[in-house]
């Protein structure tokens, strides 16, 4: 089980923002925020903690390089999958798919993908059959 990873985005602010927009309809908040002032052993300048019920589990960290990847989020509803969607398309992401069945991977995944600033490949699925 993963427990946390960490991505790099080219535009801090931006991006914390708009994670906490398309993340929201999860149940996403901002959990952590550090930086270089109030923790000067950190070997890096900022860090945004996002995750569900006070546990940090997606980190955002800026950084002059950005490998862009695929992140899926895992949705309660195939409501919230809509929703995070609206929200990530109002706060400027580009669909990649918009919400929908996906039963090549199997009858009940509902899944909808939006690119971030960076590129990266931004999903929220539900396997409920809801």
């Known amino acids: 089980m993963i ?3 960490t991505i790099l ?3 801090y602010t931006r991006s914390v923002k708009f994670y906490l ?6 149940g996403y908040g901002m959990t952590l925020e550090l930086d270089d002032v109030t923790h000067p052993e950190l070997p890096y300048a900022f860090f945004a903690g996002l995750g569900v019920g ?4 997606f980190w ?6 950005v490998m862009p990847t695929h992140v899926a989020f895992r ?5 919230a999958v809509n929703e995070f969607y609206k929200e990530a398309l ?3 992401a580009t669909s990649n798919g918009p919400p929908g069945l996906r039963p090549v991977y199997h009858e009940n995944y509902y ?12 999903e929220a699925v539900c396997h409920n059959p809801e």
């Open 9 to 11: 985005v080219s535009d």
């Open 3 to 5: 427990d946390h990873m």
């Open 54 to 57: 006070g546990k940090a589990d």
């Open 60 to 65: 955002l960290r800026p950084s002059k390089v």
């Open 111 to 122: 899944a909808a993908f939006v690119l971030d600033f960076d590129g990266y490949n931004v």
């Open 75 to 79: 949705a309660k509803t195939r409501a």
């Open 90 to 92: 109002a706060a400027g």
């Open 21 to 26: 927009k398309a993340l929201g309809p999860l």
